[in-house]
């Protein structure tokens, strides 16, 4: 018999990201995230203070003037700035940056746009946005009809692009698009690559979405007319960037985990302080069973979840599979901050609808993940037919 042994203790390195984003996140209080959330504000001074503290730079190799770890660390790190009352707008920024930007340059670009890159992602210089999703397409990523027609040494990008987060501000965009016709290809996953675009020229066109959800960071619908990339702008092998998208997609499932995590984390305390302070009928109301065992039952979900989160973050930095594991991590840390923040509104009670308690901008905020990036029921699909075999049903 071969035992595997799992060692829980927290390493050096995570319990420095740990500790190092506690004390950051003290100088950005609830407050400031409330009022930049009303103001529909990019948050400007957190995402300078990230970069000097070296937060935009965690999985970023040394060289390029990262800290050179994984996406386990991370993982840490997202989940502390959520936990701490930036919730998803802070979670996000760090994703968009390492993983959105910074994980495509690192593994699939040329040297020459690393070095042109990275170091700039790492200073807070560049934003990033990451250009996937089409109004006809849907979560259907092989029915992107964006393309990106082969010109002399680069490509023209004709396309549309919807609910791209930051396109309005962005530097660089990356971009998944059709390079092969669909009639022209063997199998549906080739015929698509990632480029790096550059977002200020003339061809790239943005118009706002104002929505419910991730308030500060705006989404916006994205034009892409007669749009110039240079081949060496192609982040992977032409036409088949489903392997490198897939890695990408898998990075941000555990991202997303992540902030998921770290929302219901600070939904959880403070629930339990206001359930253990509120007295009526002369106890505190968490004495009673209809508000405390809820709560129970968020502190077990989200436990359970950042295990798997941080089991798909581990066979990620492996460069092992874990395709299922963090659709799994996604679909079960979504559904437990969801839970989170509706148990907070009711333990509230009419309190939870004031703005100045944070509940209602976090139950807006964790409502996201249960339908985008991807919706739970394609994950619930996925499981069922490439973990189960079982019958397609779409």
């Not at 100088?27 to 103001?39: G, L, Q, T």
């Not at 403070?270 to 129970?296: E, H």
């Not at 139950?363 to 991807?374: E, G, N, Q």
Request: glycine letters at 8%; one cysteine or more; aromatic letters at 10%.
């Amino acid at each position: 018999m071969i035992r595997v042994f799992v060692d829980f203790e927290e390493s050096e390195e995570v319990s420095f990201i740990r500790k190092t984003v506690a004390e950051f996140m003290k100088r950005f209080p609830v407050e400031y995230w409330r009022k930049v959330d009303a103001e529909r504000r990019f948050p400007e001074e957190y995402w300078k203070a990230a970069a000097e503290q070296g937060l935009l730079g965690i999985n970023i190799p040394e060289k390029y003037g990262g800290l050179g770890m994984g996406l386990y660390e991370v993982s840490a790190a997202i989940i502390g700035v959520a936990a701490s009352g930036g919730g998803l707008p802070a979670g996000d920024l760090l994703m968009r940056t390492m993983v959105f930007a910074g994980l495509p340059i690192e593994k699939f670009g040329s040297e020459e746009v690393k070095n042109a890159y990275l170091p700039k992602l790492v200073e807070g210089k560049l934003i990033c946005s990451f250009a996937h999703t089409e109004p006809n397409a849907g979560v259907n990523t092989f029915d992107i009809q964006t393309y990106a027609q082969k010109e002399g040494d680069g490509y023209r990008i004709n396309g549309q692009k919807i609910w791209i987060t930051l396109a309005h501000m962005a530097d660089i965009i990356v971009v998944v698009a059709r390079t092969t016709p669909r009639e022209k290809i063997r199998k549906k996953s080739e015929g698509l690559t990632l480029l790096l675009v550059d977002a200020k020229q003339n061809g790239v066109k943005t118009s706002k979405i104002y929505g419910m959800a991730l308030r500060p960071l705006s989404s916006n619908l994205v034009y892409f007319e007669d749009v110039w990339v240079p081949e060496s702008h192609v982040l992977g092998v032409v036409d088949r960037g489903w392997e490198a998208l897939s890695a990408l997609l898998n990075a941000e499932r555990v991202c997303t985990a992540s902030i998921s995590i770290g929302c219901g984390e600070f939904l959880l305390e403070k629930a339990v302080d206001y359930a253990s302070n509120r007295r009526v009928f002369g106890r505190p109301i968490g004495s009673n069973q209809a508000i405390q065992f809820p709560l129970a039952e968020v502190k077990a979900e989200l436990e359970t979840a950042k295990l798997m989160t941080q089991k798909a973050a581990w066979l990620f930095d492996k460069g092992k599979d874990c395709a299922f594991e963090a659709n799994v991590a996604a679909l079960t840390a979504a559904r437990a901050a969801f839970k989170a923040a509706d148990r907070a509104v009711q333990t509230f009670g009419g309190n939870g609808f004031a703005e100045d308690n944070d509940i209602e901008r976090f139950f807006r905020d964790t409502r996201l993940f249960k339908t985008a990036p991807v919706p739970e029921e394609m994950v619930l699909n996925y499981i069922g037919t490439r973990i189960l075999n079982m019958p397609r049903s779409f």
